[in-house]
Every structure is written in structure tokens, then in C-alpha cells.
């Protein structure tokens, strides 16, 4: 059995964070690796596990790392496939980890997740292997119906706690998968990504995305949709899409978007934060820190180009013509 995902920890002490990673990878019945590497410390040894593992049939990266986190950003430099940066807090919150993790330069892109959240990187890994494996993506499935369960479990446990004279108890019956009937008319081919912007302000950074994707002849739909302004056209628009490969949702302010898509999707999101106010702090924060079983791959702010780049990485496994455009594309940027 070789592993298809390859965990590396900056330091043993980030190990508790990396158990919760192993523990959904057990149940997704992913075959994994793990070892210690510093990217500071051990430079070479990092750069000799993710060449080799990339050679050997690794599919997907996992960097575990605090303090000043280049350990996810080394990996990508030295591979082709998808990288999942997990930032733990040692200070500062783990911000500093977070910032070193998301904030990449164009053409090695690292899909953040939030801070502390090794669950959330195994899923996000999950997903992309996912994407050609049906086995990985039924499990995901199972998955999210356990955490479905555990919400309703937990409002039943706080209805007990609740006896004012004043409540007034409601019973709301919610079904799982309930989605919207589709015109599935809408596209005979449906492309490979579903490329939603929160409004015509984002079209500047969707352009570096869509930009990428046609050198590299890989389809897409593009959308500018608010599920803020029009859920209902979104929930639309998400049920007609459904068969996609993958999803980038490009936003400012507070980021509803990448929340609404992974509302209703079990495939990979991608996340492009956009630099509308507070300098993008504000979409990248809201956008990163997911709640457990539902993961956004978090780019850099304004990063477009980078999210089309992670997206090519996630559909080039497996897929050797690809995988060659893709290796001559990071030669590119290499000399540029």
C-alpha cells in the first residue's frame, strides 16, 4: 500500500494537530505517510520527501507547521501537485502562521485552511483525491451526513436546558441533500470549474483566474452571483453546476460566497479574498476560518492567478496530458 497523502510537521509539537488530520484520513481510508521535516532546519530532507513522494504516486501535500510557516510554501516549490497548508498556533494566535501559509507568490500556491484545523486539511485533501476516486467521494459523502447528525444532536441536547415560561418551541424537519430541481438543460457540456464572483468589483482578480485557465485550454463557467443579493438564483445556479470538478469563489468584504458554495457542495472550493476594504483582511479571515467539515482552499489576497494554478494541480492528477502543461507552465513562471 503506498500513500497517496504525504503529512509533513514542522515539529513534533505540531503532532496533536496532525492527529486530527489522520483520524478523517482513517475513515476516508486514504492510504497516508507522515514525517517531521523543518523547512528551516532540515531544508534538504523537505525538499528529498516531497521530490521523491511526488515521483512515487503522492498525490496531495499536507504541511503542518507554526510560527513563521514556510513549511507548506517549501513543499510547493518543490512539486506539481496540490499543497494543503495547515497553520497552528504556537503565538500571535497562529496568525503569523496563517500569513506565512496563505500568502504565497504566483505559481506556488498553498490551499490554507484555518488555524489549528488538521480536520478540515485531511478533508480538503479527501476532496481533491476525490475528484477521480468514487470510493473517497462516497466516504465524503457519509461524512457529511455524520456532521449533519451531530448539529441535530446538538440542538436537542441544548432543548433540554431550555424551560422559560416564554419558549416557544418550533419543529423545522430539514432534509439531507434537498436540492433544488435544476434546469439541467442550462449547459450540454458542463465545464471542469465553476468560477463564482460576489459582484462585477471582483472581475478584475476573476480575470487573472480565467486568464490562466484558457492557456491552459481547461473549461469553466464564469458567474457573478450574490447568494446575499439573490440566494435564490444562486441556489439555483449551485444545483446546475453540480457536476463540476470543482469550485473557485472570488470575494470581498465578509466572503459569503466561498460559505454559501461549501454549503452546498462536497466538491473542493477554491477561495480568492479580495482587497475591497481592510486591506482584504477581512475576506481572507472570513474565509479561512471554516468550521469544521466544511474546508475552503484559501488564497493569498487578490491571488486569482494562484487559485486557477491549485485548480489545474487538483485536475492534473491522474491526467499525464495535463500534468505535461501544467510542468511547462511552472517552467515558465520559473524563468519569468
Do not use: W
Not at 488530520?21 to 528529498?48: C, F, G, N, W
Not at 480536520?119 to 481533491?128: C, D, F, M, P, R
Not at 416564554?166 to 449547459?187: C, G, I, R, W
Amino acid at each position: 500500500m503506498e500513500p497517496k497523502i504525504m503529512i509533513l510537521l514542522g515539529s513534533a509539537s505540531d503532532f496533536a494537530i496532525a492527529e486530527k488530520a489522520i483520524d478523517i484520513l482513517e475513515t476516508m481510508e486514504i492510504p497516508y505517510d507522515l514525517h517531521v521535516a523543518s523547512a528551516h532546519r532540515t531544508h534538504q530532507k523537505v525538499k528529498q520527501i516531497v521530490t521523491e513522494s511526488t515521483n512515487n504516486g503522492v498525490e496531495v501535500f499536507m504541511g503542518i507547521a507554526g510560527l513563521s510557516a514556510h513549511l507548506p510554501g517549501i513543499i510547493a516549490a518543490n512539486t506539481h501537485k496540490p499543497v494543503v497548508g495547515v497553520p497552528v498556533n504556537v503565538k500571535l494566535e497562529g496568525l503569523d502562521a496563517l500569513f506565512a501559509s496563505v500568502q504565497m507568490p504566483q505559481g506556488a500556491p498553498v490551499a490554507t485552511v484555518g488555524i489549528d484545523g488538521g480536520e478540515n486539511g485531511a478533508i480538503l485533501a479527501s476532496q481533491i483525491i476525490g475528484i477521480r476516486n468514487d470510493e473517497v467521494r462516497k466516504n465524503l459523502s457519509s461524512m457529511r451526513r455524520e456532521f449533519f447528525f451531530k448539529v441535530d444532536k446538538d440542538e436537542k441536547s441544548l432543548e433540554e436546558k431550555l424551560n422559560g415560561k416564554y419558549y416557544a418551541k418550533n419543529v423545522f424537519e430539514e432534509k439531507l441533500n434537498d436540492h433544488p430541481s435544476t434546469d439541467n438543460s442550462y449547459q450540454e457540456n458542463k465545464p471542469d470549474i465553476a468560477i463564482i464572483a460576489g459582484s462585477y468589483s471582483d472581475i478584475k482578480i476573476a480575470e487573472k483566474t480565467t486568464g490562466l485557465l484558457d492557456k491552459l485550454n481547461i473549461s469553466y463557467d464564469l458567474k457573478i452571483l450574490s447568494p446575499i443579493r439573490d440566494p435564490e438564483a444562486f441556489e439555483n445556479y449551485m444545483g446546475q453546476m453540480e457536476d463540476v470538478k470543482l469550485f473557485i469563489a472570488i470575494s470581498g468584504l465578509s466572503a459569503h460566497v466561498t460559505g454559501s458554495v461549501v454549503a452546498y457542495t462536497e466538491k473542493p472550493v477554491i477561495g480568492v479574498p479580495c482587497s475591497m476594504r481592510l486591506d482584504g483582511l477581512d475576506a481572507l479571515l472570513s474565509m479561512v476560518d471554516m468550521p469544521p467539515g466544511v474546508p475552503v482552499a484559501t488564497m493569498g489576497i487578490d491571488e486569482g492567478g494562484n487559485a486557477a494554478l491549485l485548480a489545474v494541480e487538483m485536475l492534473a492528477i491522474g491526467n499525464e496530458e495535463l500534468q505535461n502543461r501544467l510542468l511547462d507552465l511552472k517552467k515558465n513562471h520559473e524563468h519569468s
